[in-house]
């Protein structure tokens, strides 16, 4: 059984108590600066954190306990929970994708072209969106790719919150010359998704480690039908 971490103080009473009987003499009291109160709250510090250290790994022997956080040991860096799924062949965390939607802009001048990079926000969200290439104004709607860029969360707008039905409206930063300042939503060409959060990659992985590949046994379809993109669950 695994003991719980001891406080500071109560260590240093111990190691205090113990120094005393191995010296074989009996003090009724210590004074706070004497060389053993001193020396036993030294000692207490350093193996406080001998427990708290072996906690920790002991936590990590476990995929279920074990951390996604980057730990640096010898100057190698890994994520113990990553390395657990690693070595069972589960994918790394399924990262957020960023929406690339088709949007039509009406052009109030038919001359020049909308350069790449262009910004736009949606007012509900706040989610900032780039164009994607050059878009030459040769007509009186011309039809543009954009794809949601920035937000204020630092995902660079990545995520379902990127997503718009067609006929939702963008409207450019700033106002530009020969086109109007609010554009249409005709249609989505990348639909943005949320990464897969922690919980749910750790379960993917001790899915794995709790059902091996059996040679084509029911759990090795459910886990194969599970790999497919978009397949939530095989019953």
């Given at each position: ?127 900032i969106y780039i164009t994607i290439g050059e878009v030459l104004l040769n007509a009186a709607v011309v039809s543009a790719s954009v794809r949601a860029a920035n937000d204020n969360t630092g995902t660079l707008g990545a995520g379902d919150i990127g997503n718009i039905a067609d006929g939702g409206t963008l409207t450019f930063v700033n ?61």
């Amino acid at each position: 059984m695994i003991p719980t971490v001891p406080s500071t103080k109560d260590l240093a009473a111990t190691i205090q108590a113990q120094i005393i009987a191995g010296l074989g003499v009996t003090l009724s009291r210590l004074l706070p600066k004497s060389f053993i109160a001193v020396l036993s709250k030294t000692i207490a510090a350093v193996a406080v954190i001998h427990y708290k250290l072996g906690g920790f790994w002991f936590l990590q022997m476990f995929v279920r306990t074990a951390t996604y956080s980057e730990v640096t040991v010898n100057g190698t860096t890994v994520r113990p929970l990553l390395e657990w799924g690693r070595q069972v062949g589960v994918t790394d965390p399924k990262a957020a994708t960023q929406a690339e939607l088709i949007v039509d802009i009406d052009v109030l001048a038919q001359f020049g072209s909308l350069q790449a990079g262009s910004q736009l926000t949606n007012a509900s969200t706040g989610i900032i969106y780039i164009t994607i290439g050059e878009v030459l104004l040769n007509a009186a709607v011309v039809s543009a790719s954009v794809r949601a860029a920035n937000d204020n969360t630092g995902t660079l707008g990545a995520g379902d919150i990127g997503n718009i039905a067609d006929g939702g409206t963008l409207t450019f930063v700033n106002s530009l010359e020969n086109v109007s300042k609010i554009v249409t939503v005709t249609s989505t060409t990348v639909t943005g998704a949320d990464g897969e959060s922690i919980d749910d990659y750790r379960q993917r992985v001790l899915d794995k480690w709790q059902k091996p590949p059996q040679g084509g046994a029911y759990s090795d379809y459910e886990l194969w039908g599970e790999e497919a993109a978009g397949i939530v669950n095989i019953y």
